[in-house]
């Protein structure tokens, strides 16, 4: 199914809901305020309900930062099930026909949940299998690294004609389908938010890249899209940035703080920018667009060759626009020099203090970080 949406949809008056803004305080009750399908898609990073014991210490005794929370505290397994049947049966109602919900977790949770979503009607399209490419290593080797979470994704029905940007992924990685299992780099460096003390501001942020594949995937500009457990603001950040409306809920003060502060320093990008391409070794294999998912290549940057005689547009799925024309930096290169192939990472340059370097030393720079 690809891009697909209902016919007669009736968007309600967006002046009747709380866009781009927080909703103060729990979830099932702030949802339960808004309308009956107003919403194009959900994204929601529940409680993981850890079950942990006790502190756990580095090698060399230094503690790690856990979901010590109360938010994350749960009696039992029973009093999790009673919350998130709750809150998946307000996201049932004011999610609209044609759209999709996203829920992330971990082993702890995560299968708990889906049964749930099966229970309440939904009907699962993929689970995606978030391989961190940078993984908090198992310190007490009793059992593996625990190096992946799961996103399931939803629509309401099996019949419902959800969106789906096919050609905007297959685009973001380099004009092949993409897959199931996606990895990317936790949360770091300047990205992950910290307070005065230098500790996290909030123990589980997500990275941008993965809510801008997310979104990117699921719905299109000016869709609404509601996170009900949203932390720092990731979902807001990366919706502003690719201009999806978008509804946060959270009750902790000092995230939201840091989430308003954060949002509100995001730059959405240029509109021309979201227009998709319309309709295909040894070394890890890294995807154009990875690179824009993470920030190190931003949409609107023009890419020359080595002879300036061509000047591309890096778009926002990672695809590449000169002249009319488009596609992968694979695809697009072959095109302009009338080729059956070219290598788009030693074809395609960017400027760098005036001299022109290949972007393949931008997916050397993006491996070695992951090193």
């Known amino acids: 199914m690809r891009a697909l949406r209902k016919a007669g949809d009736a968007r309600p008056a967006l002046a009747l809901l709380p866009l781009d803004s927080i909703l103060v305080g729990d979830c099932v009750a702030q949802m339960a305020a808004l309308p009956d399908k107003c919403i194009d898609m959900i994204f929601a990073d529940p409680p993981y309900n850890l079950q942990l ?21 749960f009696d039992s397994f029973e009093a999790y099930d009673r ?23 971990s082993y702890h949770n995560i299968f708990r949940v889906g049964a749930a979503l099966q229970d309440e009607g939904f009907w699962i399209l993929n689970d995606i299998v978030w391989r961190k490419a940078n993984p908090m290593p198992n310190f007490k080797g009793t059992r593996f690294t625990n190096a992946h979470e799961t996103l399931i994704w939803c629509a309401k029905g099996e019949k419902a004609r959800y969106t789906f940007n096919y050609r905007a992924m297959k685009g973001l990685n380099d004009d092949v389908q993409m897959r199931s299992d996606w990895t990317l780099p936790i949360c770091g460096g300047a990205e992950r938010l910290k307070n005065d003390d230098g500790h996290k501001t909030h123990p589980t942020q997500k990275p941008e890249s993965l809510l801008y594949r997310v979104l990117l995937a699921a719905t299109r500009p000016g869709d609404i899209v509601l996170d009900p457990f ?18 946060g809920i959270e009750r902790e003060p000092v995230y939201i703080a840091a989430a308003r502060e954060r949002i509100a320093s995001t730059l959405p990008l240029d509109e021309s920018l979201m227009e998709g391409v319309p309709e295909r070794g040894a070394a890890p294999r890294v995807a154009f667009g990875l690179l824009v998912e993470s920030g190190m290549v931003a949409p609107g940057t023009v890419l020359t060759d080595a002879k300036r005689r061509w000047r591309a547009e890096v778009k926002a799925d990672g695809t590449l626009a000169c002249d009319g024309r488009g596609g992968s930096i694979h695809k697009l290169g072959a095109l302009l020099q009338e080729a059956p192939s070219c290598n788009g990472w030693t074809f395609w340059h960017y400027d760098e203090a005036g001299s022109l370097v290949a972007i393949d030393a931008l997916r050397q720079r993006h491996l070695a970080a992951l090193v």
């Not at 756990?56 to 938010?71: F, I, S, T, Y």
């Not at 709750?86 to 759209?99: N, Q, T």
């Not at 949203?230 to 509804?247: D, E, H, M, P, Y």
Request: charged share 35%; hydrophobic share 40%.
């Open 53 to 73: 014991g006790g502190d756990l210490h580095r090698p060399e005794g230094g503690k790690v930062d856990a979901v010590m929370d109360l938010w994350d505290r």
């Open 83 to 105: 919350f998130t049947r709750a809150w998946l049966k307000e996201a049932r109602r004011i999610l609209k026909d044609d759209g999709t919900l996203w829920v992330i977790g």
């Open 230 to 247: 949203f932390g720092t603001g990731t979902t807001g950040a990366v919706a502003r940035r690719l201009r999806r409306r978008w509804i």
